[in-house]
Structures are given as C-alpha cells and as structure tokens.
C-alpha cells in the first residue's frame, strides 16, 4: 500500500488549506484512513479519520468543527480541508491506513510521507 500525502504550505492564521493523501495498491474497504500531526517537539497526535467503506468520522476534539474528512472512493482520495487555521495547527501532517483504533497512530500499518502545514500569526 501506498499513501501520498499532499497540500500542505504556509499560511495566515484564519486561512483554510486543503490536504490531499492518494492511496494505491489495495483496497481500502475495510479500513481507517486517518490523519495525524506532530509538531517539533511534541508527540505524534490523532487529527481525524474516516472509515473507508463506511462513512464513519471522529475528529480530534482540538479540530473539531473547522477540520473536514471526506474521501473520494472513485479516486483512492482522502482530503482534510482545514478552516479557521491557528499558528497552533502548524506541523507535519501524516495520512495514514489501518485496521485497529482509528486514533491510535500505533494501530496504523500504512503511513504517507508527510506535509507540512505552517500556519503563522
């Protein structure tokens, strides 16, 4: 499996971003798609997640309300659109896939590479 995560950049605090994350080479029906952050310094942490083949999504109470999951299924496609983006946003963003805890980046088997969100003050 194969994950490609994509969108990240700078912008201003109240801005919105889109992030992108592709995946390729088997089916995700039976699986999270999550995405996760860490920004330097502190640890890896749960963001959302979206349940392919189910339509269920949790968020992190820290995003809930400005931050979308959705996918796109004809694509292989998750996005998280970002809204109302606070400097405390800013980190490297992950999407990933897995079949255990939806937030829990320990239950994840497939990881992107990561892209950076830089929100400034």
């Known amino acids: 499996v194969q994950l490609q995560a994509s969108g990240g950049g700078l912008v201003q605090a109240g801005d919105s971003l889109r992030l992108s994350c592709a995946a390729s080479g088997r089916s995700f029906s039976r699986l999270w798609l999550g995405w996760f952050r860490q920004a330097t310094g502190k640890e890896r942490e749960f963001v959302a997640a979206t349940y392919w083949s189910g339509g269920i999504t949790k968020y992190a109470d820290s995003v809930k309300g400005r931050f979308i999951i959705s996918r796109e299924n004809a694509k292989n496609t998750s996005y998280l659109q970002m809204n109302s983006l606070k400097p405390e946003d800013t980190a490297i963003y992950y999407c990933?896939?897995?079949?255990?805890?939806?937030?829990?980046?320990?239950?994840?088997?497939?990881w992107g590479q990561g892209t950076l969100v830089t929100v400034s003050s």
């Open positions: 990933a896939g897995g079949q255990g805890l939806y937030s829990s980046w320990s239950d994840y088997n497939y």
